[in-house]
């Protein structure tokens, strides 16, 4: 039984679909469908029910995957095993947040495939959270206040940021003074999350409000600029607007309470070895040039 069809299988059950499993793997959905066929030749049984929307588990591939999906991992863990040290083959897939990820996450990827030139990286930018599981990362980083979840999650850096308006807007509006004076202003927010702040030792909760959401940190940006209302933004995209004068910041007495940037993996007994190069990575990186990120969702 051939690996590369195993893991095949196990991109095409997790993507619901052969085109989207395609792109994951980097090659033509022929392939695909030929590796597929060829499995199901060998078991004799059908693993997938074909539709015009995509590809879902029979009953014997349901049973099959969760077999499939360890030997995989297995396969990887005796690789790793045995490769000389130092040596990194095969694919990582991490996701990274899409705001600030090109600039200040790329560079550290792109150092990673030149210091292994077998390992395939694929990286992928949304500020969405990714299922890391059902989608087939490796792992991600995610920044700010990480949510309760199964994932193990190792922190590479510290983070900051903080609330920022326009001098348009608070000449109009004022600017707040402590955290309960917020719901006198308009905010500029992702979709309905909370914002911390420090009062003393204590931290405040509240959930602001406001008229223009958008998914990324650089839509809020340009919100902010226009002097619609205040936004929770990282230092990494908002220092240069700070300097010139086009933003100012806003109740600077009550900053955030720390957070970080975090690697985080689905749950199992040890990273991969891809999975810890590129901690090590951004560990050396942040812990030398600490990056300034925002809230997260």
Known sequence: MDIEDLRTFVEVASAGGVSPAA??????????????????????VQLLARTTRGASLTEAGA?????????????????????????????LRVAAPLTFGP???APVFADLARRHPQLHVHATYSDRFVDLVGEGYDCAIRVGYLQDSNLIARCVGPLHGGLVASPGYVTA??????????????ALMQGTEAWQFMDGDSVVTVHPRGRFKADNGTALLAAALAGLGIAWLPDGITREHLDAGALVPVMPRHPPPPAGIYVVRPPGQHPSLKVRALTELLIACFDLAPLPVKHSR
């Open 23 to 44: 792109r994951r793997l980097g090659v033509a959905k022929s392939i695909v469908s030929r590796r597929l066929g060829r499995l199901e030749d060998e078991l004799g």
């Open 63 to 91: 049973t099959f995957r969760i077999h499939a999906a360890k030997a995989c991992a297995e396969i990887d863990a005796a690789r790793d095993a045995i490769l000389p040290s130092g040596d990194l083959r095969g694919r």
């Open 103 to 105: 600039t200040h996450f």
């Open 173 to 186: 509006n004022g600017s707040p003074q402590s955290p309960d004076q917020l719901a006198d202003h308009e």
